[in-house]
């Protein structure tokens, strides 16, 4: 029966990261067709997010 209930927490875990996916797209998607960001803003802001959770980012040092 265990088993059953994390199967079924993991089938809703991944249900609610399909909708957070969903709309954080569609917000991104909305901002660039209003031209308020660009595809390169949201390239951009990933990679210095990515670096600074690696702990990659050396701003921070200086």
């Known amino acids: 029966m265990r088993e059953l209930d994390i199967y079924a927490q993991l089938a809703r875990l991944k ?13 991104i998607e ?9 595809k390169s803003d949201i390239a951009l802001k ?3 997010i ?3 959770i690696n702990g990659e980012d ?3 040092i200086n």
């Open 15 to 27: 249900e609610t990261d399909y909708k957070n996916t969903l709309a954080i797209i569609s917000i």
């Open 50 to 52: 990515e670096n600074e």
């Open 58 to 60: 050396k701003s921070l």
């Open 30 to 38: 909305s901002l660039i067709d209003k031209g308020i960001i660009t």
């Open 46 to 48: 990933s990679s210095e």
